[in-house]
């Protein structure tokens, strides 16, 4: 079955970071803290970035570093809509990003010349696609030399499988199950992708082994035992991330 992405509201992601169920919360605010660790030391002034599958755009304004270039791409225009209104307050707050543009494309096909990103984010889009590899290889033929790709996807050698069980027999978000994810990947896999599209894997590990139950309890105790994940760079958690760097 083919997914409409477009029945998707674009504000989702942010509704769910700011109101949605406590695990929602931590889950979305959790990839904040990966973004502040792993890519926002590597980011300056006149840096350019692209995220690649924004939705709404939670992850390219934590990174958009003051006086850099975000770039948002998605497919759905309600998405770029919203992510247009939030670049457009950023640029009005002390912290502003010097400049921003909103582009309508998949990924498969970027609209964009070689060498062209200090740093593009492919959170959790390649498992919605037949033909994840295409993705990963524009994502790297737009980086300039030295630049970074993050990128995360759900981990199917992990609790995974029980949570997405558990997320859509609950409807706490569009189904995922045979619908949205196409495409699945372990640490392995994942790996050699990254590999075979000519990348050097700067990072490896998995977030929310633990860390999103805790938050069920202690926020706090969650988000120490985050940190502690993203430094363990283990395979075990619900969601793969890797970091990469073109040549």
């Not at 050097?200 to 105790?221: A, K």
Request: glycine share 8%; with cysteine; charged share 20%.
């Amino acid at each position: 079955m083919s997914f409409d992405y477009h029945s998707v509201a674009g504000d989702y992601q942010y509704r769910a970071l700011h109101s949605g169920h406590p695990l929602q919360r931590f889950w979305h605010g959790g990839k904040l803290t990966m973004i502040d660790r792993l890519i926002r030391p590597h980011l300056r002034a006149g840096s350019r970035l692209l995220e690649i599958g924004c939705g709404a755009g939670n992850l390219l304004l934590q990174a958009a570093v003051p006086g850099s270039y975000p770039m948002a791409l998605d497919l759905s225009m309600q998405a770029l809509t919203f992510v247009r209104s939030r670049l457009q307050e950023a640029q009005a707050g002390a912290s502003a990003p010097a400049g921003f543009a909103c582009t309508q494309a998949i990924g498969e096909s970027l609209p964009f010349a070689d060498a062209s990103f200090d740093c593009v984010l492919l959170s959790e889009v390649i498992e919605h696609l037949e033909a994840p590899e295409i993705s990963i290889r524009e994502a790297g033929r737009v980086l300039m030399p030295g630049g970074r790709l993050l990128i995360t996807t759900p981990n199917y050698r992990s609790f995974w499988p029980l949570m997405e069980w558990t997320i859509d027999r609950l409807n706490m978000a569009p189904k995922m199950a045979g619908e949205q994810h196409v495409s699945r990947f372990h640490p392995s896999s994942l790996k050699r992708m990254l590999v075979e599209a000519g990348l050097n894997l700067e990072y490896s590990g998995s977030i929310y082994n633990l860390s999103p139950f805790l938050s069920l309890v202690s926020l706090g105790q969650a988000k120490r035992q985050l940190q502690r994940e993203l430094d363990r760079r283990s395979g075990s958690g619900m969601i793969l991330v890797a970091v990469a760097i073109r040549p």
